[in-house]
T-cell receptor, first 114, second 115 residues
Framework: AQKITQTQPGMFVQEKEAVTLDCTYD???????LFWYKQPSSGEMIFLIY??????QNATEGRYSLNFQKARKSANLVISASQLGDSAMYFC???????????FGQGTRLTINP | SAVISQKPSRDICQRGTSLTIQCQVD?????MFWYRQQPGQSLTLIAT?????????ESGFVIDKFPISRPNLTFSTLTVSNMSPEDSSIYLC????????????FGPGTRLTVL
């Protein structure tokens, strides 16, 4: 069965610093997708970045990058030059090939301090 | 990405009553998903709704409690029936709209409080 683990319940970072949010996963399917979402206090889920299991390079989207280490089954989100608006919950999620549903981790609450 | 709206954005309901949540998408999509997020928790899939067929429910969720309609390719409703305080959650709909990646995009959510 799929499983996503986020071991950091909370992270506190100074503004403008880079931050890494950890995510490990477990699946027996060789083909899968990994996703990161941001959830501000308003409750909406905002898609940030996607990494496919067969992608040769780490995904990047603006200030977001994904440190994908397939052998370790980790997919850490890196946010560069953090901003106050980055304060939110961050969820890692996975979907196996052929499956339709996303399985989410427990999330990490990120707080950016001025 | 698709633009998704949900109504209502929030509601406070009495136990024993029912609430229907609407999800509207600005483009036609094959599959729509309904998730529940209990306070302080992660998201859990309730069911997948395809147009023209019965919704597929995840373990622990039943149609009598969470009936779903999918009348067309841009709209779906989720009803939370015979509510109890344990149903207090954020309910989110999502759609797949991402080409090869099939990324799921979420609506703004409905924040439900049951007294």
């Amino acid at each position: 069965a799929q499983k996503i683990t986020q071991t950091q319940p909370g992270m506190f970072v100074q503004e403008k610093e880079a931050v890494t949010l950890d995510c490990t996963y477990d699946t027996s399917d060789p083909s899968y997708g990994l996703f990161w979402y941001k959830q501000p206090s308003s409750g909406e889920m905002i898609f940030l970045i996607y990494q496919g299991s067969y992608d040769q390079q780490n995904a990047t989207e603006g200030r977001y990058s994904l440190n994908f280490q397939k052998a370790r089954k980790s997919a850490n989100l890196v946010i560069s030059a953090s901003q106050l608006g980055d304060s939110a919950m961050y969820f890692c999620a996975m979907r196996d090939e052929g499956a339709q549903k996303l399985v989410f981790g427990q999330g990490t609450r990120l707080t950016i301090n001025p | 990405s698709a633009v998704i709206s949900q109504k209502p954005s929030r509601d406070i309901c009495q136990r024993g009553t029912s609430l229907t949540i609407q999800c509207q998408v600005d483009s036609q999509v094959t599959m729509m998903f309904w998730y529940r997020q209990q306070p302080g928790q992660s998201l859990t899939l309730i069911a997948t709704a395809n147009q023209g067929s019965e919704a597929t429910y995840e373990s622990g969720f039943v149609i009598d409690k969470f009936p779903i309609s999918r009348p067309n390719l841009t709209f779906s409703t989720l009803t939370v029936s015979n509510m109890s305080p344990e149903d207090s959650s954020i309910y989110l709909c999502s759609v797949e709209h991402g080409g090869l990646t099939d990324t799921q995009y979420f609506g703004p959510g409905t924040r439900l409080t049951v007294l």
